[in-house]
């Protein structure tokens, strides 16, 4: 599936850019992914790849980011 290990991929380069491991996250998407070197979140909704990255110092982790993915992936489902 090519959206699937275009993401993998994505993770995996900026894994060995921020020397980092990335996380899984659950419940998000078709696959979900948190990398907290650079507060970033990237998941997949069938054949689209979305990032989130809050600007705001006090958003920028887990949490807060899952919870906008959540909206986000339910707008795509529309």
Not at 11 to 29: D, F, M, T
Not at 52 to 78: H, M, P, S, Y
Request: glycine fraction near 6%; aromatic fraction near 8%; proline fraction near 1%.
């Amino acid at each position: 599936y090519a959206v699937k290990d275009e993401l993998i991929q994505e993770v995996g380069n900026l894994e060995k850019i921020y020397k980092s491991r990335a996380k899984a996250v659950v419940g998000v998407g078709d696959g979900a992914f948190w990398l907290p070197a650079n507060h970033q979140l990237s998941f997949r909704k069938a054949k689209t790849i979305v990032t989130l990255r809050f600007a705001t110092a006090k958003n920028q982790n887990e949490i807060d980011t899952a919870q906008i993915a959540r909206v986000i992936e339910a707008r795509l489902g529309k």
